[in-house]
């Protein structure tokens, strides 16, 4: 009986760290997903970003018809992330900054890119997916007047396609955006 009460003891051990080791693995993979993003900002040092209350958002891309289910998406989650940072989106009026995202995609990526889209538009099946990792996402955050940049930030090593969804676009923008306002000026 002693003996089965150890075999016993030593299994949910065992099960215990596996469990444990599964979560230890769960997570690097989480970090190496978004590892693989690289971010890169500037900014005008004379600006008081504490100053900085109210924003809105506006898509000034040429691409922005063909994509606009992936500006959609950047709209509302910058709105999210900025409203999470404690600025509010302005319901009228000037806002004290203005919020501009651009997308681009590597030459192979916009060939897949293209190619979903016109497949969807001719009521297709949506892309083929397997498209590399070529997209950049940049934000301006931009005075009213527009001619003043007071913070600009880009980030690559993503996906941006039907088949990918709308995942990758999120974290980017997410990861980008947590360097705003930035740190020196918080």
Not at 138 to 154: K, M, S, Y
């Amino acid at each position: 009986m002693a003996h089965s009460i150890v075999r016993y003891s030593c299994g949910m051990h065992i099960l215990a760290l596996r469990k444990h080791l599964l979560v230890l693995v769960a997570l690097v993979m989480a970090g190496c997903a978004s590892g693989d993003l690289q971010v890169r900002t500037s900014y005008d040092q004379k600006t008081s970003f504490a100053e900085l209350k109210t924003f809105l958002v506006t898509v000034e891309a040429d691409n922005a018809h063909d994509l606009a289910r992936f500006y959609g998406v950047l709209r509302t989650t910058i709105v999210d992330e900025l409203g999470q940072r404690g600025f509010t989106k302005a319901e009228g009026g000037s806002p004290d900054f203005w919020v501009v995202p651009r997308l681009s995609f590597s030459s192979s990526q916009a060939k897949g890119l293209a190619a979903t889209t016109s497949s969807q538009a001719e009521g297709g099946p949506a892309g083929t997916g397997g498209l590399p990792k070529g997209a950049t996402l940049t934000v301006q955050v931009i005075r009213p007047d527009r001619r003043t940049v007071l913070w600009e930030g880009a980030v690559t090593g993503f996906t941006a396609n039907e088949v990918a969804g709308s995942e990758p676009l999120k974290a980017a923008a997410r990861r980008l955006l947590a360097e705003f306002p930035p740190l020196i000026a918080r």
